[in-house]
């Protein structure tokens, strides 16, 4: 049995994490592991596509949302068990799935974990497994630095985002599988995998990781009191209906704007554009995680 490791080398110090890692799996009875580094040029796709050439029979990825993202091209559909190890602020695949943060619990459940099979999310082909949105959440992102990330965490998307709680409001419309098409103003509208932002906030409430679907939601409160009550909504994790906050499913996913705007997957921002289309690719992954995560899913 032979892992694969892909490493963000910005996101943790490589030997000692290394040492670590393959005391671990040798101990377990793993033979040495097949090291790969991210670089800026290649965040992890390559990385990725090494592995599978090299027909491992696990890929440990040891980073934050942005490399498992990159990561995903080459995984997706190659049913090779992937193992999470979290090393970046949100880590919100890892959360969403019962990942637990840190090293040594991550590699337990590398080496102890059930594989669970997930579906995938696709913008013009390239896959999300947490989000991909466009609006105020990647106009947070893109104001966020490294930097800051590092310094606090996720706590430094908030103040990013107080300096966008006024961006004009977009008109928007969602087109849901066959659906006739909804007029909606909007802030920001989010297309989900899963449905738990950072600070443990449920904003797509219904949102599983393998049911098959998609779920959108259309965020779009006027003034800091909507946003305010918006927050207490989520945090009390109502459903009912809500003039500032629209929920939606499906397999097929076609958000149009009526400016150009920024967009975001998985936390990582991408070219502005006036539209998200987003299909659902369904267990196109499969995820190592904890026994019980995997029971309660």
Known sequence: MRAAVIVNPVKAEVPELRRKVDETLTAAGWSMSLWLE?????????????????????????????????????????????????????????RNLGVPIGL???????????????????????????MAGMGFDAAMMADTTEE?????????????GFRHLRDPVMRVRVTIDDDPPVLLPARTVLVGNVGRLQGGLELLPDAEADDGLLDVVVVAPRTLWDWIRLV???????????????????????????RVVPRQMDGEVIDEGDRLNAQIDPGALVIRVPLQAAAAA
């Open 148 to 160: 800051m990330k590092r310094f606090a965490g996720w706590p430094a998307y908030v103040s990013s």
């Open 232 to 258: 207490w909504r989520v945090f009390r994790r109502s459903r009912t209906p809500h003039a500032h906050l629209q929920r939606y499913r499906g397999r097929s996913i076609s958000i149009v704007a009526d």
């Open 38 to 94: 991210t670089t800026p040029e290649d965040p992890g796709t390559g990385m990725a596509k090494t592995a599978v050439a090299a027909d491992v029979q696990l890929v440990v990825i040891c980073g934050g949302d942005g490399t498992v993202m990159a990561c995903l091209a080459a995984l997706a559909g190659a049913d090779i068990p992937i193992a999470i190890v979290p090393l970046g602020s949100g880590n919100l695949l890892a």
């Open 104 to 130: 040594i619990d991550g590699l337990a459940v590398a080496l102890s974990g059930v594989d669970r099979r997930i579906d995938v999310g696709r913008v013009d082909d390239k896959p999300f497994a947490v």
